[in-house]
T-cell receptor, first 114, second 116 residues
Framework: AQTVTQSQPEMSVQEAETVTLSCTYD???????LFWYKQPPSRQMILVIR??????QNATENRFSVNFQKAAKSFSLKISDSQLGDAAMYFC???????????FGTGTRLQVTL | DAGVIQSPRHEVTEMGQEVTLRCKPI?????LFWYRQTMMRGLELLIY????????DSGMPEDRFSAKMPNASFSTLKIQPSEPRDSAVYFC??????????????FGDGTRLSIL
C-alpha cells in the first residue's frame, strides 16, 4: 500500500524567510504524481504545486518550489519569502498514474511570524 | 466558473439522526470524491464515482454510511444513524478525466459535521 509521511507536525518561519516542509512516500510504482495542498483556516483545500514522477525537473510556482528526490522517495516543499498569508496546514499527497484517488499525509501546520 | 459546491457548510445534529451532505461538482468533471477529515485520521477517501458510478467505496467506514450520485451534477453522502464519532469535516472534490497531468482535484469548502 502506498503511504505518505509528513514528519513535521508544526513548523514556524519568520516573514520574508524561507522554510522547507518535508514529505516522504512509499511506492513500488514508476508512474505517479505528487502534490502539495494548502489548507488555510477557512478550510479550503488549495492546490499549491504538483510534480510528475517522470519529470526530473523540480516544479516551481512563484515562491513555491519542490525538491523531488525520486530515489529517496522524498518530496519537500520550499516556500521562499514567506508571507503571513502562507500560514496554513500543508498536505502532501500522492497518486499513481493509473489510479484516481489521492493518498494524503497527516499535514504540517505552518506558522508565519513577524 | 463555479467551483465545487457543498451544502450545508455546518451541520449540528443529535446522535441517531439522519444526516445528508450534498455536493455539486464542477460542470464537465466526471470524477467525484468524498473525503473525511479528522484530527486523528487526517484526510481519508471514503468513496469516489466515475460517470455517476461508484468505483471504490473501500473507505466507507460502515453500513451507516451511503453515497449516491443520481446524475452528473449532484451527489449525496448520507449517515444513518449518526454517531458522535462521525463528527468531522467532509469534503467533496471533483476532477476531469483520469489522467493527472493537468487535471488536479478541485475541492469544495467542506461541511463541518457535529454529532451531539
Amino acid at each position: 500500500a502506498q503511504t505518505v509521511t509528513q514528519s513535521q507536525p508544526e513548523m514556524s518561519v519568520q516573514e520574508a524567510e524561507t522554510v522547507t516542509l518535508s514529505c516522504t512516500y512509499d511506492t513500488s510504482e514508476s508512474d505517479y504524481y505528487l502534490f502539495w495542498y494548502k489548507q488555510p483556516p477557512s478550510r479550503q483545500m488549495i492546490l499549491v504545486i504538483r510534480q510528475e514522477a517522470y519529470k526530473q525537473q523540480n516544479a516551481t510556482e512563484n515562491r513555491f518550489s519542490v525538491n523531488f528526490q525520486k530515489a529517496a522517495k522524498s518530496f519537500s516543499l520550499k516556500i521562499s519569502d514567506s508571507q503571513l498569508g502562507d500560514a496554513a496546514m500543508y498536505f502532501c499527497a500522492y497518486c499513481t498514474g493509473t489510479a484516481s484517488k489521492l493518498t494524503f499525509g497527516t499535514g504540517t501546520r505552518l506558522q508565519v511570524t513577524l | 466558473d463555479a467551483g465545487v459546491i457543498q451544502s450545508p457548510r455546518h451541520e449540528v445534529t443529535e446522535m441517531g439522526q439522519e444526516v445528508t451532505l450534498r455536493c455539486k461538482p464542477i460542470s464537465g468533471h466526471d470524477y467525484l470524491f468524498w473525503y473525511r477529515q479528522t484530527m486523528m485520521r487526517g484526510l481519508e477517501l471514503l468513496i469516489y464515482f466515475n460517470n455517476n458510478v461508484p468505483i471504490d467505496d473501500s473507505g466507507m467506514p460502515e453500513d451507516r454510511f451511503s453515497a449516491k450520485m443520481p446524475n452528473a451534477s449532484f451527489s449525496t453522502l448520507k449517515i444513518q444513524p449518526s454517531e458522535p464519532r462521525d463528527s468531522a469535516v467532509y469534503f467533496c472534490a471533483s476532477k476531469r478525466g483520469r489522467a493527472w497531468g493537468n487535471q488536479p482535484q478541485h475541492f469544495g469548502d467542506g461541511t463541518r459535521l457535529s454529532i451531539l
